[in-house]
Each structure stands twice: as C-alpha cells, then as structure tokens.
C-alpha cells in the first residue's frame, strides 16, 4: 500500500516563496501528482513527475527524488489567491490515486 | 466540454434515509472513481468502477453504501440509512481507458455534500 506524508499547514507573506515536501512508500511507483484544492471546491490538477528532477510550470515547480522517496511543490512569488489546501498523491497499481492528507498553505499580506 | 458532472450540490437528509450522489464524466472518459473528503482532512478513496463493474471497492464501508455505473447513465453513490458520521464532502473523478496515453490524471467534479442532521 501507500503511506504518504506532508505538513499539516504552512503559512507565508505575500511575494515569498513556499515548499511543502511530500515523502511516500509505495510498493511500486507510477509518477506522483500535485493538486490543489480551494475550500469548498473540486481538487485540480498542478503537476505530474515521473522522471526524478524539477518540473517547473510557471510561478509553480514540483521536484521529484524517486530513490528518496521525496517529492517538494515550491510557490513562488505567493499571492493571496495561493491560500489553499495541496495535496500530494500517488498512484497505485490499478491507477488510482492515494492522496496525503494535504498542507493548508495560508497567505499573509 | 463538460467537465465532470456531479449532482446534486448540496444534499441534506435526516437519520435513517438514503442518500443517491449522481457523477457523469467527462465525455470519453470510462473510468470513475467516488472519494469522501471529511471537513479539515483528505480524500479518502472510496471505489472505482467502469461501465458495468465495480474494479476496486476496498474503500468503501460494508455496510450501507454502494456503487454503480451502468451501461447508460450516470454513476451512483448510493447510502442508506445515513447517519451523521456520513456527512461529508463526496467527489467524483474520471480519467480517459487506460489503453489512452495518459498520464494517470483525474479530472474531479465539484462535489456533492451530505449533511444529516
């Protein structure tokens, strides 16, 4: 099975910049994704790593070390819209995701 | 294109009735899993289906709760006798066939929260 851990919350200001780590122990590893969820809202898609390195989208980048069983999302240039819940999940082998609990990211101005 | 379709929204029900959540996904995709999301926690896995089967339920309570998705139509979570430990946030994904190159993604609907009072 799969055992996925990440903070419970982080807080930052406005304009800096945010990682919240993620480690995982699957029995066999199938990429491992980032969503992010506003409160009362669907969860959607941030970033898919399968290949061990950084990924970076825009003011988001996912990191991914596969013999470390460790994955970091970092939030650049944080805005207020960034307050959110983000979740790290992995993929077993039938193809459904197990999700960690998510890391409340709060954002001061 | 619609997205992930869940109704309804929002669903408030005493002790003791049913509960059905509809989920249509989105067009072309067979795949459909239900999650159940408790307030300040995560997803929870709850079950998996195609068109006509159930592929993984090992999320799902045994008792009262249970899940299709028929040929036509849309997928149904379905709780009877609900209790107020069931209020909750209940999301419905959907991902393209697997034979697809994909990724792995699921595309999630907004969710249909039970409340019993």
């Known amino acids: 099975g799969q055992n996925i851990d990440q903070p419970t919350e982080m807080t930052a200001t406005e304009g800096a910049i945010v990682q919240i780590n993620c480690t995982y122990q699957t029995s066999g590893f199938n990429g491992l994704f980032w969503y992010q969820q506003h409160a009362g809202e669907a969860p959607t898609f941030l970033s898919y790593?399968?290949?061990?390195g950084l990924e970076e989208k825009g003011r988001f980048s996912s990191f991914l070390s596969r013999s470390k069983g460790y994955s970091y999302l970092l939030l650049k240039e944080l805005q207020m819209k960034d307050s959110a819940s983000y979740l790290c999940a992995v993929p077993d082998s039938w193809g459904k995701l197990q999700f960690g609990a998510g890391t409340q990211v709060v954002v001061t101005p | 294109n619609a997205g992930v379709m869940q109704n309804p929204r929002h669903l408030v029900r005493r002790r003791g009735q049913e509960a059905r959540l509809r989920c249509s996904p989105m067009?072309?995709?067979?795949?459909v899993y239900w999650y159940r999301q408790l307030p300040e926690e995560g997803l929870k896995f709850m079950v998996y289906l195609q068109k006509e089967n159930i592929i993984d339920e090992s999320g799902m309570p045994k008792e009262r709760f249970s899940a299709e998705f028929p040929k036509e139509g849309p997928s149904i979570l379905r709780i009877q006798q609900v209790v107020r430990g069931d209020s909750a946030a209940y999301f419905c994904a959907s991902s393209p066939p697997l034979e697809e190159v994909n990724t792995g993604e699921l595309f999630f609907g907004e969710g249909s929260r039970l409340t019993v009072l």
């Open positions: 790593n399968v290949l061990d």
């Open positions: 067009k072309g995709h067979s795949h």
